[in-house]
C-alpha cells in the first residue's frame, strides 16, 4: 500500500518555530515535496527532498532521511499568514501520493 | 496565479448529469495532473499524462470518468451519470522546470481549482 502520515493538527504562537512530520511507506520514493494550502486555494509548492539531509529556502526548511523513510518540514519566525494545511507528497515513480495534511494554527 | 488555469471554478449538478472541465497548464510543462480532494484530505491522485499520452490512472478512478489531452496541451475530465458522492475539489497541476524559479522537477503548479457540487 501507499501511506503516508502527518500530525492533523499543530499550534504555535507567532515568532515561533514549528516542526511538521511525515514518515511515509510507498512502493517507490523518487523523493518527498511539501505544499502549503491556504482555506480555500490551491497546494502550493515549498520545499523538496530527493536526497538525505536539509534543505533550506527562507523561513522553511525540509530534511530528509529515506532509511528511516521520514522527514520534516520546519518553519521558523511564524508568522499568521502560516496559518494554513501542510501536505508532504512522494513521487514513488509513477505518480504523487499525499499525505493527509497537517492544520497549522499561529496564533498572536 | 501559478500559470495553470482551470474552467469553470465552481459547477453545480444534479445526480445524474454529465460535467466536464477544463484544465490549462504552463505551456512549457509536458506533465499533466489531475486530482481530487475532499475536506480536510490531501489532494488525491485521479491520472496523469505526459504530453497527449495517458500514462497512468487510478484504480479509484471509475468507468464513470475519463480524462483526455488531446494535443498535449489543455486537459478535459468529464464525469459521467455524476453521484453525490463525487463532490469534491478537482484539481489540476503541470510538472516542471521554470528556468531560474524552479527547485526541482518534482516542483508540481496546482490550477486554482473546480468545486463540484452534486445535488
Known amino acids: 500500500g501507499q501511506s503516508l502520515e502527518q500530525p492533523s493538527e499543530v499550534t504555535a504562537v507567532e515568532g515561533a518555530i514549528v516542526q511538521i512530520n511525515c514518515t511515509y511507506q510507498?512502493?517507490?520514493?523518487?523523493?518527498l515535496s511539501w505544499y502549503q494550502q491556504h482555506d480555500g486555494g490551491a497546494p502550493t509548492f515549498l520545499s523538496y527532498?530527493?536526497?538525505?539531509g536539509l534543505e533550506e529556502t527562507g523561513r522553511f526548511s525540509s530534511f530528509l532521511s529515506r532509511s528511516d523513510s521520514y522527514g520534516y518540514l520546519l518553519l521558523q519566525e511564524l508568522q499568521m499568514k502560516d496559518s494554513a494545511s501542510y501536505f508532504c507528497?512522494?513521487?514513488?515513480?509513477?505518480?504523487?501520493?499525499f499525505g493527509p495534511g497537517t492544520r497549522l494554527s499561529v496564533l498572536p | 496565479d501559478t500559470g495553470v488555469s482551470q474552467d469553470p471554478r465552481h459547477k453545480i449538478t444534479k445526480r445524474g448529469q454529465n460535467v466536464t472541465f477544463r484544465c490549462d497548464p504552463i505551456?512549457?510543462?509536458?506533465?499533466l495532473y489531475w486530482y481530487r480532494q475532499t475536506l480536510g484530505q490531501g489532494p488525491e491522485f485521479l491520472t496523469y499524462?505526459?504530453?497527449?499520452?495517458?500514462?497512468?490512472k487510478s484504480r479509484l478512478l471509475s468507468d464513470r470518468f475519463s480524462a483526455e489531452r488531446p494535443k498535449g496541451s489543455f486537459s478535459t475530465l468529464e464525469i459521467q451519470r455524476t453521484e453525490q458522492g463525487d463532490s469534491a475539489m478537482y484539481l489540476c497541476?503541470?510538472?516542471?522546470?521554470?528556468?531560474?524559479?524552479?527547485?526541482?522537477?518534482?516542483?508540481?503548479?496546482f490550477g486554482p481549482g473546480t468545486r463540484l457540487t452534486v445535488l
Open positions: 497541476a503541470s510538472r516542471g522546470l521554470i528556468p531560474g524559479l524552479t527547485a526541482s522537477t518534482d516542483t508540481q503548479y
Open positions: 510507498t512502493s517507490g520514493f523518487y523523493g
Open positions: 527532498n530527493g536526497l538525505d
Open positions: 507528497a512522494v513521487n514513488n515513480g509513477q505518480n504523487f501520493v
Open positions: 505551456s512549457e510543462h509536458n506533465r
Open positions: 499524462f505526459q504530453n497527449e499520452a495517458q500514462l497512468e
